[in-house]
């Protein structure tokens, strides 16, 4: 058992930090020091580059859900264990998505304050996905020999 709390029977605490972190690391890139120059030529292309991918790999997991869809963390009654499309190349292919989405949004922006919210949101992203996985390993027996060969939130990564 996670020693992580459930915040609400299906995990809706969860999905309201994560609606708080998302806008705050948008106005994070709005403000604060940034840098230019040679280097901000970079991280403009990379960033756009970074935010695309993760824009793609989130809306990725979001179709290979289908009807297994929800934003909380506890799995829908019903539901199928989906180990296909971004699921072959990660286990949170959406939390993945909004972190690779975020950290680029930093860089393009040349925001530090935006780059440390997107380290934020790997963490947060990381213990959402450990409560959610308790659910998991209790509805889905496969699950586990899932998780033993699936990256958790970046693919190739992490």
């Known amino acids: 058992m996670s020693q992580l709390p459930s915040l609400g029977p299906r995990g809706e605490g969860w ?11 948008g106005l994070a890139g709005l403000v604060g020091p940034a840098w230019s120059g040679a280097i901000r030529n970079v991280t403009d292309v990379l960033g756009a580059a970074l935010l695309l991918t993760g824009i793609g790999l989130g809306t990725w997991g979001l179709v290979a859900l289908r009807t297994a869809l929800t934003p909380l963390p506890r799995p829908r009654d019903g539901a199928q264990l989906v180990e296909t499309g971004a699921y072959r190349l990660v286990r949170h292919p959406i939390y993945g998505g909004l972190i690779i989405a975020a950290l680029g949004y930093g860089l393009a922006m040349a925001s530090p304050a935006a780059i440390v919210g997107a380290l934020v949101l790997l963490g947060f992203f990381r213990l ?31």
Do not use: D
Request: aromatic share 16%.
């Open 128 to 158: 959402k996905s450990a409560r959610e996985e308790v659910w998991l390993m209790a509805v889905y027996p496969g699950y586990g020999a899932y998780r033993a060969n699936t990256p958790r939130l970046l693919p190739f990564l992490y």
């Open 15 to 25: 999905v309201v930090i994560q609606f708080v972190l998302l806008p705050l690391i």
